[in-house]
């Protein structure tokens, strides 16, 4: 009869336990399965947010790729001399065209001054410090002046002497004159004219004044365009746009916007990877 009891108590506690198990068991299915679901929810969430950002990331990626190419090789493509010549460009950077504009002669052999700047045959000779005045050849020469300097030039306009009141110029120049192959400069002291060499400058008071050189009442527009676009080139346009600064602080904000998107995109491409990477 004992032994009965206990083996009837000895079943009833094997089910008991079995029982236990069984739920135990069933209520971790359950949450590993509540785990799953919510796993599929993200991942269904995440990738077109993932593909959305990648796109976008890939055109940003391109466009500091491609400028990015163009500033490390800029000698080698030649960016650093190549003038912007869109004028819609010119005006966003604010450059306005030059307040003095002049033409001395005609082409093919005329000289043109833009405020401080000398063209030969639509070529920058030269960049002075001050607003030019005058320009003319003399002889196989070139002579330029502001109101302090005389510049010299050889015929295929390389600068070859500089000249100011410390090597003897005559101060505050007016004017330019060219008389029988001889320079005459017309300043706030009185006339002066060079000798053959110029080197000495001597005061002069000529019973009739010289013809100063005067400016051309036409001006060719393309030099002018010239003008604006010495002070943008293509390598510096290349910078603004790779930094982000060609459009302003805004679009700065706008590139760490992009960078961002980027270190999303690596983020949920690794959990996506990690998730669906199947068991070892």
Not at 14 to 20: A, K, P
Not at 63 to 73: K, S
Not at 97 to 117: C, E, K, M, R, W
Not at 148 to 156: K, M, R, S, V, W
Request: hydrophobic share 50%.
């Amino acid at each position: 009869m004992a032994h009965c009891i206990v083996t009837s108590c000895a079943c009833g506690a094997i089910n008991h336990v079995s029982i236990l198990a069984d739920h135990f068991k069933q209520v971790s299915v359950t949450k590993t399965s509540r785990r799953n679901r919510f796993r599929l929810k993200i991942l269904r969430a995440l990738r077109p947010w993932h593909r959305r950002l990648g796109l976008a990331s890939a055109l940003f990626i391109l466009l500091l790729v491609l400028t990015g190419v163009a500033i490390n090789h800029s000698d080698d493509f030649g960016l650093d001399q190549a003038p912007v010549t869109q004028s819609w460009l010119l005006d966003y950077y604010g450059i306005a065209p030059p307040s003095h504009v002049a033409q001395f002669g005609v082409a093919p052999t005329a000289l043109y001054i833009t405020d401080n700047l000398l063209w030969q045959n639509q070529h920058m000779i030269l960049e002075s410090n001050a607003t030019l005045i005058s320009a003319s050849y003399v002889g196989n020469m070139l002579v330029a002046i502001d109101a302090q300097q005389l510049y010299l030039f050889n015929d295929l306009g390389q600068l070859q002497e500089t000249q100011n009141a410390s090597t003897g110029l005559p101060s505050g120049l007016l004017a330019l004159a060219i008389v029988d192959g001889r320079v005459w400069l017309n300043t706030e002291n009185g006339v002066f004219q060079a000798d053959e060499q110029l080197i000495d400058w001597q005061a002069i008071a000529p019973l009739t004044a010289p013809v100063w050189l005067s400016e051309s009442k036409f001006v060719d527009k393309e030099v002018v365009n010239l003008a604006r676009s010495a002070n943008l080139h293509w390598q510096r346009v290349m910078l603004d746009l790779h930094s982000g600064r060609l459009f302003g602080s805004l679009t700065v904000w706008l590139w760490d916007l992009f960078a961002l998107a980027l270190l999303m995109v690596s983020l949920s491409g690794f959990w996506i990877w990690l998730k669906q990477k199947p068991p070892r």
